[in-house]
């Protein structure tokens, strides 16, 4: 079959298909006039992820924030979100709720299940933007408004209390924290101020720099006593072998010369007074007495010299064993000030340690204290529902679109299905395709005589002779 063909079958049942067609666009037309009304009330809030009241508030990025927005419809859609709502429009106490909830006999509170009767007809979206769109369906356009505003109230009030509920618990669990963080930081000052007062040390303390000063000035000290000590014990060792006369110091010693050169002149004197003068003459002994004086006196002279150089020996040994022994009581005191200073280090680390925990948990605590008494969120209606003035639906014009497409539809289908059962002629095409027959003739269609002015007469048409 042919386009051609199927338009002359349509043409030959169009009845069929205008009462399918016309019956089609009439059950739809009845079936939008018997649907429910339903009306849609729309409420639109700004999210803003930066809040204004939080002391760590900070610009997410892009794809965090639309994590954020996503979780911020599903918490919309959350059954807390519509217990609130039936709290606050006290949908529970309705006597038509009530009594339907008793007759559904479902489990749980009527709370929950008008919660749960409400969550089917919200819709939630947004788009790119900070921007959410809360809509609600009801058959009562008062409702659907009432019902939209209840949900962004409610959900306003569920994402304060997410806010500050966990703050506060936090803010609670951190003043906890901090009555022992602060006792323990006391208890190590306690211990750094008590050694500080055991052992002499001040906050500024540098004793250790100067008893380090005078272990340095002693050990120079006591290595040049040690080097006069050597020096004075190798001189005293060495008298034993030298004669005293011989000695650096008797012969540096100006007394000493001068007296050897006054025993020589006397010498000289007295072996002139020999030559002239017997033993005994007065004048010869008292020249001879003069000698003897000098050179004892030289003597004496001599001899204390080699005491000063024994007793300088005895002295340096002396200074040099005291200086020993200053030097290993300075080196103890130093050893004992660098234990006392490493363990007051340390006592001080402790007390770093215990005042940085207790300052961190401190501004935590300061932190969650202030924002768990947050009144405010971050997200602001932008524009409140209405009441609609038209229902959402049913749509009529789309339905009675739909009806038209699908009685058209039908009424072409029902044409082919019939065209194909119970086959007509009704061309000449036909009869010269499906009978092989030749033509003959053909029929005008037959007017009245009184429209065309006499009888009405065939039309013979050529045919084969």
Not at 113 to 139: D, N, R
């Amino acid at each position: 079959m042919n386009v051609q063909q199927f338009l002359l079958a349509l043409r030959g049942r169009f009845w069929i298909f205008l009462s399918l067609l016309c019956g089609t666009v009439a059950a739809a037309v009845i079936v939008t006039m018997l649907l429910p009304r339903t009306y849609e009330a729309t409420v639109s809030l700004l999210v803003d992820n930066r809040d204004a009241q939080s002391l760590t508030a900070a610009a997410q990025p892009v794809r965090e924030q639309m994590g954020y927005m996503q979780t911020q419809m599903d918490v919309i859609r959350s059954e807390r979100v519509a217990r609130r709502v039936v709290e606050d429009l006290k949908l529970a106490q309705d006597p038509g709720a009530k009594s339907a909830f008793a007759a559904s006999g479902a489990p749980g509170s009527i709370e929950d299940w008008i919660a749960g009767g409400l969550l089917p007809h919200l819709k939630v979206e947004t788009s790119q933007s900070s921007v959410i769109l809360i809509t609600y369906g009801a058959g009562d356009p008062r409702s659907a408004a009432a019902i939209a505003n209840a949900f962004a109230r409610a959900y306003m009030e569920v994402t304060l209390n997410l806010r500050v509920e966990p703050s506060k618990q936090a803010a609670s669990w951190f003043e906890e924290q901090l009555k022992g963080l602060r006792k323990d930081f006391e208890e190590a000052q306690g211990r750094l101020a008590a050694f500080q007062k055991q052992h002499g040390i001040i906050a500024s303390d540098d004793r250790v720099d100067v008893e380090n000063a005078r272990l340095a000035e002693l050990s120079t000290q006591a290595l040049q006593a040690q080097n006069a000590t050597f020096d004075a014990e190798s001189k005293f060792r060495a008298r034993a072998s030298t004669p005293v006369d011989s000695l650096p110091e008797v012969l540096s010693n100006p007394l000493i010369q001068t007296l050897k050169a006054q025993v020589l002149t006397g010498e000289s004197k007295l072996q002139e007074l020999s030559t002239r003068l017997g033993p005994n003459h007065p004048e010869y002994r008292q020249q001879k007495s003069e000698v003897d004086a000098l050179r004892a006196r030289l003597n004496a002279e001599m001899h204390k010299v080699v005491a000063s150089v024994e007793s300088a020996a005895r002295q340096s040994r002396a200074h040099t064993s005291d200086l020993q022994a200053a030097l290993a009581a300075q080196r103890e005191k130093v050893v004992q000030l660098r234990d006392a200073r490493d363990q007051s280090l340390v006592l001080m680390r402790d007390v770093d340690t215990a005042q940085k925990a207790y300052e961190a948990a401190l501004q935590r605590y300061l932190v969650n204290k202030v924002e768990s008494g947050a009144s405010q969120t971050n997200v602001t209606v932008l524009n409140a529902a209405a009441e609609p003035n038209r229902a959402a639906r049913p749509k009529a014009a789309l339905n009675i679109a739909l009806g038209v497409l699908v009685g058209l539809m039908l009424g072409l289908g029902a044409v082919f299905l019939l065209e194909l059962v119970d086959r007509r002629v009704r061309s000449t095409a036909d009869l010269e395709g499906t009978l092989d027959a030749p033509l003959l003739g053909s029929l005008q269609p037959w007017q009245p005589s009184g429209l065309l002015g006499g009888p009405a007469s065939p039309r013979a048409l050529p045919g084969p002779a």
